[in-house]
């Protein structure tokens, strides 16, 4: 594996033994592949039944308790022999199997997968609502979230049920919490530029006079008093 997977892919070492579904007859010159299909079929229109819609229920019933937005997806996942009219196969050990991330989620998304283990195409329209009903779907462990995909091990196959979250997060800073900036965000003045305030105005307490020109007045007058001081000397004289 290089790059993240397109669609839902199986992985196998080179070694691993093949053989007919229900039989010891081995894959002999064959091309074993991942058979990918929606959970429809001919019967669901002639019946009336509605096969997915009853597994993505039961598959959010069981796994998507806590989720705000319940999105799915559900997929028949078949191993075939594409060189022998598409041939049920099975292995000797677990497949790994890569599912792609649906839109908008990615590896930080929380996933969950529901298996409907013992459905087969070869059901009649009867027989599998009866299944659904009385058999109880399987949570996959284990389920690995990483830079290819979602990916788990299953050593059988049928219909497959994604779950997960579909709420859209936004990331938060700490800033946000401040209740000016919740203010200002509700009120639709955030990023707004803020108003330079005005300069402070000191209070007066005494009269508009200079300084300076009281202090000038001051030394005249005492110059004042001592010439008058003198001349009086000098008169008594």
């Given amino acids: 594996m290089t790059q993240p997977v397109s669609s839902v892919t199986a992985v196998l070492p080179k070694d691993t033994v093949y053989t007919v579904n229900d ?26 039944s509605d096969y997915r819609g009853v597994l993505v ?16 997806q559900a997929k028949y996942l078949d191993l075939v022999d594409a060189a022998n009219g598409n041939t049920w196969i099975q292995t000797d050990s677990n ?18 997968l529901v298996h409907f283990d013992g459905l087969d195409r070869e059901m009649t329209a009867d027989e599998v609502m009866d299944a659904i009903n009385k058999n ?3 949570v996959v462990k284990d389920l690995v979230t990483d830079q290819y995909g979602i990916r788990f091990e299953t050593d059988s196959f049928s219909p ?22 919740a203010e200002a965000i509700a009120n639709g003045t955030w990023g707004q530029p803020t108003p330079t305030p005005a300069p402070a105005v000191v209070p007066q307490t005494g009269d508009n006079m200079p300084v ?19 001349v009086r000397k000098r008169n008594r004289h």
């Fill in 23 to 48: 039989s010891d007859v081995k894959v002999v010159d064959g091309r074993p592949s991942l058979l990918v299909d929606e959970i429809v079929s001919t019967d669901n229109s002639a019946s009336g």
């Fill in 160 to 181: 497959f049920v994604l779950v997960w979250d579909n709420t859209q997060t936004t990331t938060v800073t700490e800033e946000d919490d401040h209740p000016d900036i």
């Fill in 95 to 112: 497949v790994t199997i890569y599912w792609p991330y649906p839109q908008g989620t990615d590896a930080n998304t929380k996933f969950r």
């Fill in 212 to 230: 300076m020109l009281l202090v000038i007045l001051a030394v005249v007058a005492a110059g004042a008093i001592v010439v008058l001081v003198v």
């Fill in 57 to 72: 229920d039961k598959a959010v019933k069981l796994v998507g308790e806590g989720f705000q937005n319940v999105a799915t």
């Fill in 136 to 138: 109880e779907p399987v």
